[in-house]
């Protein structure tokens, strides 16, 4: 993927590397994985679903974990290796715009 992704876009593709999750469980893991300072609006998930789902990171995934105790509504997603591919490049990319701005700064982030 040659263009950058956004934060939001960025912490659902780390949400899908762990497992595949259905939408809530990946608002719930967006939340933890970002301390509470990222909370993904209904329409802002659905909507970077859509956009990821179109660009061929993630895919949907067909096969229920638990068939007989889920909701048969839900729809699961799961991470491509072009999405694996994507995540690791950007996060080398804010790596490189994280170091930059410390040496800047003088400071280190804590």
Do not use: F, N, W
């Not at 960025?10 to 967006?30: C, P, T």
């Not at 994507?86 to 003088?106: I, N, P």
């Amino acid at each position: 993927m040659g263009r950058r992704t956004t934060h939001d876009a960025l912490l659902i593709l780390a949400s899908l590397s762990d497992e595949a999750r259905h939408g809530y469980a990946i608002k719930k893991d967006v939340a933890a994985r970002a301390a509470g300072d990222v909370r993904l609006g209904s329409t802002t998930l659905y909507r970077l679903l859509g956009q990821l789902l179109d660009q061929g990171l993630i895919e949907e995934q067909h096969a229920r974990p638990s068939p007989a105790l889920d909701d048969e509504r839900r729809r699961y997603y799961r991470v491509t290796a072009a999405g694996r591919r994507a995540l690791s490049a950007e996060l080398r990319r804010l790596e490189r715009v994280l170091t930059a701005a410390q040496s800047a700064g003088g400071t280190r982030a804590r």
